[in-house]
């Protein structure tokens, strides 16, 4: 049972990656073209579907990932350094969304509730760096995690 609940967390975790550069290489650059108003509104949509998810995706890891080091490996004695760093980079990865969500996305929201554009553009920037820094350490947890077991 436990080794069948590790794919499914990596084929989420894999997805809201997949979700997240899309929503950063592909569908920013497309919105750009818009006037504040429709981009904005687009904007507060998108994301208020996607945190939904995240916050899936963050029960889902953490409970497959828990079960692993609990169920499989006896412990936190029994993994390895790589396991170490990639439960520390996605517990700082999930302090920066609970941030993100409560801070400037709810900000944003009101901004873009107020029709205030300038100031949800504003808000929209400080979520897209944090949304960048999690990408950025994303990526990196997948390239410990691949690379982990063969490190010694």
């Known amino acids: 049972m436990t080794h069948a609940v590790l ?45 939904a998810w995240v916050f899936a995706a963050i029960a889902l890891l953490l409970l497959t990932g828990y079960t692993m080091i609990f169920g499989v490996y006896a412990g936190f004695g029994g993994i390895g350094l790589h396991i ?14 609970f941030h993100l969500y409560f801070a400037p996305w709810r900000r944003f929201r009101i901004a873009v509730a107020r029709q205030d554009w300038a100031e949800g553009g504003r808000q929209l920037g400080q979520i897209r760096t944090i949304v960048t820094i999690n990408l950025v350490l994303g990526i990196v947890v997948v390239a410990i995690g691949s690379s982990g077991r063969y490190w010694g």
């Open 84 to 97: 170490h760093l990639m439960q520390g980079i996605g517990i700082l990865m999930m302090l920066l969304f």
């Open 7 to 51: 794919p499914a967390g990596r084929a989420y975790s894999h997805r809201a990656g997949a979700e997240t550069f899309f929503a950063h290489q592909v569908l920013r650059p497309a919105a750009a073209e818009l006037e504040p108003g429709p981009r904005l509104t687009l904007w507060s949509r998108v994301l208020g579907r996607f945190f």
